[in-house]
Nanobody
Framework: QVQLVESGGGLVQAGGSLRLSCAAS????????MGWFRQAPGKEREFVAA????????YYADSVKGRFTISRDNAKNTVYLQMNSLKPEDTAVYYC??????????????????WGQGTQVTVSS
């Protein structure tokens, strides 16, 4: 079992930055690919970014490429999402996720094995 707890969401103006954190507990955190999804009101949950278990491979949705950066610290059992140049369309609940499926395949990952409770990100125009 892996438990995930997100933090760092909030309200920011367009063009601003936020850093989300996801603290994981449970065994073998470093064995899991980690990532982020988001869900805006009235829309389906969508893939945002993923990182391989060792941190060498990172993958992004086209909508956030060049603006968001995912990273992880296996010593702290934590994964991060640095979000820069935020846009109003980035407004959503952001969910941390963990799965044994390699991060390179998360673009089509329907439902990761583990989810956090989500953290709200609101970008005002």
């Amino acid at each position: 079992q892996v438990q995930l707890v997100e933090s760092g969401g909030g309200l920011v103006q367009a063009g601003g930055s936020l850093r989300l954190s996801c603290a994981a507990s449970g065994r073998t955190f470093s064995s899991y690919a980690m990532g982020w999804f988001r869900q805006a009101p009235g829309k389906e949950r969508e893939f945002v970014a993923a990182i391989s278990w060792g941190g060498a491979g990172t993958y992004y949705a086209d909508s956030v490429k060049g603006r968001f950066t995912i990273s992880r610290d296996n010593a702290k059992n934590t994964v991060y999402l640095q979000m820069n140049s935020l846009k109003p369309e980035d407004t959503a609940v952001y969910y941390c996720a963990a799965d044994l499926v390699p991060a390179s395949r998360w673009y089509n990952l329907g439902k990761p094995d583990y989810w956090g409770q989500g953290t709200q990100v609101t970008v005002s125009s």
